[in-house]
């Protein structure tokens, strides 16, 4: 995490999206790897690690490429044979965060704006924003396949703070890959790392100062 300031300066919450408001997503795709007769870790191996399957996903993010595009020839990269909403149908049993969903809300009825800065995966036929109920969460949304640029480029991060309307140094930024993090600290955001351990939640709202939810959380 990088250096903080006392709560009561802080104007504006940035949050990711995949880790941070959703959970489950490693168990829901490997799950279903392994429904398609694929290795558990087949999904990620194809997208993170393959050079074709990360290509095909980096020009998704920057929406250079459809999700239907994307869904064809990554099941073909796959070798599942029905490519029809294949984002979608991997994603079925992923579940929004509802303590991180919680401090987003709590965070605008406390008077900070808030955004979703999300490197994105199509929003058609699938939409995961919508599906997972965090279309509407926040005042700014900032996606990578609109904007055709995507973390950790620092004009994505630029982009969030102007349509903000703040500056760098008022925000606290929410991501779970450690490579996202070092672009928002060079513009004086402050970061937390959503690296799976519990607690992230009551974590930033003490940073904000938002209070924690009555019964704990």
């Known amino acids: 995490m990088s250096p903080s300031l006392p709560r009561a300066q802080y ?4 949050l990711d999206f995949v880790g941070v408001l959703t959970e489950g ?3 829901a795709l490997q799950g279903w790897c ?3 007769g694929l290795a558990p870790r087949a999904w990620g191996t194809a997208l993170n690690h393959h050079p074709e399957g990360r290509r095909l996903y980096l ?3 920057a929406g250079r ?3 239907q595009e994307w869904n064809r020839s990554t099941a073909r990269l796959l ?3 029905e490519h029809e909403n294949l984002m979608g149908r991997a994603w079925e049993r992923v579940r929004p965060a509802p303590d991180m969903i919680g401090l987003a809300l709590a965070a605008r009825q406390s008077g900070l704006k808030t ?3 999300s490197n994105s995966f199509g929003l058609d036929p699938y939409d995961p924003y919508r599906r997972l109920g965090v279309h509407e969460l926040c005042d700014v949304t900032v996606l990578s396949e609109v904007e055709g640029v995507a973390k950790p480029h620092p004009e994505i991060y630029r982009r969030t703070l102007e349509r903000l309307g703040v500056r760098g140094e008022r925000c606290v930024f929410v991501d779970d890959n450690p490579d996202n993090l070092l672009p928002a600290q060079e513009l004086g955001i402050t970061t937390v790392l959503a690296d799976g351990r519990p607690g992230l939640a009551s974590h930033v709202r003490g ?3 938002v209070p924690d939810p009555v019964g704990g959380g």
Request: charged share 25%; aromatic share 0%.
């Open 11 to 14: 104007q504006a919450l940035i």
């Open 115 to 117: 955004a979703l800065l």
């Open 34 to 36: 392994v429904e398609q």
């Open 79 to 81: 070798g599942v044979d």
């Open 59 to 61: 020009e998704l993010e």
């Open 65 to 67: 490429l459809t999700q």
């Open 207 to 209: 940073l904000l100062g």
């Open 25 to 27: 997503v490693r168990e």
